[in-house]
């Protein structure tokens, strides 16, 4: 009997089922109870079930491709309209891609190798390999279910290497459906992202579980733009200004006056009607002529233009604009802090050009949290 209907409540976690045993035909399970080598035998773990030769892993792929070809093939569909047969086309080609996934997926499973022993981090030997733990995972064309060997030991959770193997991910969702997530919640609203993965997946996703995927896709941004730590450069050659050498005043400016302490906050007295402030003439002129001469240097705004140089704060207040304005003010939306984090350096991410490689970056984190962390001997993520 194949398994169920997929729904994300029936996540199998590492070590929550047990293993199903197929009893022959020819003997049920009731005769041999009586059997007086029967409990020795179950305490025993399964044998790993070995590929039949000349078996054909992707027979399921197959019939179903040869299906979709008879139905592109009979009448009804030989006279239907374009738009019609790209419908067909595009939700019987999900079906076939999943069915080919899982098909590759099962053959891995049959030929998985059965291990003498695997030791964890926690120094755990374990010893016992049983066969039949399966989890699902969802993926952009639709759920697919893994079946692998889980090692076990008393008192210690179980260990999966094949999850190591297939870099699998720690929750429900696949890899490149959380990274599609993670377009679709930068770019807009949530109902409008899972409006976008249903038109384009056919996953039917919470609000929650886009905003956790996002939230957890985030975490390693800090540490991917973060330069490594060195020794501090020095000023001369970088042509910074050393804080410890004084500044030099250019003509026609005053040096400022540092921890200068302010006048107390309160109504400013009454100036005298008669008193007046006098006015030497030509000084404004001459003011203004020394504040340019002083800034000359700065002041080649011909150039910067030339180069493509910003020479306002435009470009900072749209860039705001864009970062924060345009995604967090959506009307209607209700944010929390951990979530406004998330999303405003995702979107700064994909807008500077930096998402494949900081998602590279991120699945090796990822890969180091879930997997290689749980073993003694250290694993590295396949390309």
């Given at each position: 009997?194949?398994?169920?209907?997929?729904?994300?409540?029936?996540?199998?976690?590492?070590?929550?089922?047990?293993?199903?045993?197929?009893?022959?035909?020819?003997?049920?399970?009731?005769?041999?109870?009586?059997?007086?080598?029967?409990?020795?035998?179950?305490?025993?773990?399964?044998?790993?079930?070995?590929?039949?030769?000349?078996?054909?892993?992707?027979?399921?792929?197959?019939?179903?491709?040869?299906?979709?070809?008879?139905?592109?093939?009979?009448?009804?569909?030989?006279?239907?309209?374009?738009?019609?047969?790209?419908?067909?086309?595009?939700?019987?080609?999900?079906?076939?891609?999943?069915?080919l996934m899982q098909d590759q997926l099962d053959a891995r499973a049959a030929a998985e190798p059965r291990l003498g022993q695997v030791a964890g981090a926690d120094g755990v030997t374990r010893r016992r390999a049983e066969t039949g733990h399966r989890r699902l995972v969802a993926t952009t064309v639709g759920p697919v279910e893994v079946n692998r060997i889980a090692y076990r030991a008393p008192g210690a959770p179980n260990l999966h290497p094949a999850d190591a193997r297939l870099a699998l991910p720690q929750r429900l969702y696949s890899f490149p459906l959380q990274r599609q997530v993670v377009h679709e919640v930068a770019a807009g609203s949530l109902r409008q992202a899972r409006e976008a993965l249903i038109r384009t997946t056919g996953?039917?996703?919470?609000?929650?579980?886009?905003?956790?995927?996002?939230?957890?896709?985030?975490?390693?941004?800090?540490?991917?733009?973060?330069?490594?730590?060195?020794?501090?450069?020095?000023?001369?050659?970088?042509?910074?200004?050393?804080?410890?050498?004084?500044?030099?005043?250019?003509?026609?400016?005053?040096?400022?006056?540092?921890?200068?302490?302010?006048?107390?906050?309160?109504?400013?007295?009454?100036?005298?009607?008669?008193?007046?402030?006098?006015?030497?003439?030509?000084?404004?002129?001459?003011?203004?002529?020394?504040?340019?001469?002083?800034?000359?240097?700065?002041?080649?705004?011909?150039?910067?233009?030339?180069?493509?140089?910003?020479?306002?704060?435009?470009?900072?207040?749209?860039?705001?604009?864009?970062?924060?304005?345009?995604?967090?003010?959506?009307?209607?939306?209700?944010?929390?802090?951990?979530?406004?984090?998330?999303?405003?350096?995702?979107?700064?991410?994909?807008?500077?050009?930096?998402?494949?490689?900081?998602?590279?970056?991120?699945?090796?984190?990822?890969?180091?949290?879930?997997?290689?962390?749980?073993?003694?001997?250290?694993?590295?993520?396949?390309?």
């Amino acid at each position: 009997m194949g398994p169920g209907p997929v729904t994300s409540a029936t996540v199998v976690q590492a070590s929550s089922r047990p293993v199903k045993r197929i009893w022959p035909r020819t003997q049920s399970a009731r005769s041999l109870a009586g059997h007086p080598h029967t409990r020795r035998r179950m305490a025993r773990p399964t044998p790993c079930p070995q590929p039949a030769s000349g078996r054909d892993d992707f027979a399921a792929s197959r019939a179903r491709l040869e299906q979709m070809v008879a139905r592109l093939s009979d009448a009804q569909m030989m006279t239907c309209t374009q738009h019609a047969l790209e419908e067909y086309v595009t939700e019987a080609g999900r079906e076939l891609q999943r069915q080919l996934m899982q098909d590759q997926l099962d053959a891995r499973a049959a030929a998985e190798p059965r291990l003498g022993q695997v030791a964890g981090a926690d120094g755990v030997t374990r010893r016992r390999a049983e066969t039949g733990h399966r989890r699902l995972v969802a993926t952009t064309v639709g759920p697919v279910e893994v079946n692998r060997i889980a090692y076990r030991a008393p008192g210690a959770p179980n260990l999966h290497p094949a999850d190591a193997r297939l870099a699998l991910p720690q929750r429900l969702y696949s890899f490149p459906l959380q990274r599609q997530v993670v377009h679709e919640v930068a770019a807009g609203s949530l109902r409008q992202a899972r409006e976008a993965l249903i038109r384009t997946t056919g996953q039917h996703l919470g609000t929650w579980q886009l905003m956790q995927i996002a939230t957890d896709a985030a975490i390693d941004i800090r540490d991917f733009y973060q330069p490594a730590a060195g020794p501090r450069p020095d000023p001369a050659s970088t042509g910074s200004r050393d804080p410890q050498r004084p500044r030099r005043v250019r003509p026609g400016h005053r040096p400022r006056s540092v921890g200068k302490p302010r006048p107390a906050r309160g109504r400013r007295p009454q100036r005298s009607p008669t008193r007046t402030r006098r006015r030497q003439p030509g000084l404004g002129p001459q003011r203004a002529a020394a504040y340019l001469h002083a800034k000359q240097p700065y002041l080649n705004y011909h150039i910067a233009l030339t180069l493509g140089w910003p020479i306002a704060t435009g470009v900072i207040e749209g860039c705001c604009r864009y970062l924060g304005k345009d995604r967090l003010d959506i009307t209607g939306a209700r944010w929390s802090l951990p979530s406004a984090e998330a999303v405003l350096p995702l979107r700064a991410v994909i807008a500077n050009g930096d998402l494949h490689e900081y998602w590279q970056f991120h699945l090796n984190r990822e890969y180091q949290r879930t997997h290689a962390s749980r073993y003694q001997h250290q694993h590295t993520l396949a390309a």
